[in-house]
């Protein structure tokens, strides 16, 4: 499995203002996924980034709002845009697996509170 | 519309018994299925898998079973330990790289 983190872990944040969350991974990966839990309900995917190309959003996530950016084959950010307290929720990277099978690897999350 | 359904937000079990947890799907192009555990303040850990040309899959003291027809699957671990104390969530795919659906997940709490 790979290593990934995510910085922040957490923060606290004004409505109306950006907070950019990074992703890391230990080795190189073609593709990296944006999830996000909102309090006491499931992950949801919003995006997918593949490096060198626009990301993919899911239905109900648009780029305006979470604009990503996959600059090499191990790093990614997700902004989560002119934030309101509905945007509060954590914020999970993951990577699919190398071995071709549908599993994927998480990174410990980004817990971000919109006040 | 949610597609994977965890019924259960909650299973309470004795160390050294049997934990059962249950999920069902909607979608009938759903081709493999996964299980994850989530501790507080981490993210979720891959447990097991099943493809749907399966019915049965098992490691260690986890083992997930798979009910085509009723669009069922069911995750046991045995023994119960105080260490499986976590959120455990369901998720399946379509075959599309990416598009796991999760459930809600279930809570289950080993007690001594």
């Known amino acids: 499995s790979a290593v990934i983190s995510q910085k922040p872990s957490r923060d606290i944040c004004q409505r109306g203002t950006s907070l950019t969350i990074q992703c890391q991974v230990d080795s190189q990966v073609t593709m990296m996924f944006w999830y996000r839990q909102q309090p006491g309900q499931s992950l949801t995917l919003i995006a997918t980034?593949?490096?060198?190309?626009?990301?993919?959003?899911e239905s109900g996530f648009v780029i305006d709002k979470f604009p990503i950016s996959r600059p090499n084959l191990t790093f990614s950010t997700l902004t989560v845009s002119n934030m309101s307290p509905e945007d509060s929720s954590i914020y999970l990277c993951s990577v699919e697996s190398r071995t071709g099978s549908h599993e994927q690897y998480f990174g410990p999350g980004t817990r971000l509170t919109v006040t | 519309d949610q597609q994977v359904k965890q019924n259960s937000p909650s299973l309470s079990v004795q160390e050294g018994r049997i934990s059962i947890l249950n999920c069902d799907y909607t979608?009938?192009?759903?081709?493999?299925f996964l299980w994850y555990k989530k501790y507080p303040a981490e993210g979720p850990t891959f447990l097991i898998s099943?493809?749907?040309?399966?019915d049965k899959n098992e490691d260690g003291r986890f083992t997930v079973f798979l009910n085509k027809s009723a669009k069922h699957l069911s995750l046991h671990i045995v023994p119960s330990q105080p260490g499986d104390s976590a959120v455990y969530f369901c998720a399946a795919s379509d075959g599309g790289w990416g598009k796991l659906q999760f459930g809600a997940g279930t809570q289950v709490v080993v007690t001594p």
């Open positions: 980034a593949n490096q060198g190309s626009e990301a993919t959003y």
């Open positions: 979608n009938s192009m759903f081709d493999y």
């Open positions: 099943i493809s749907s040309i399966k």
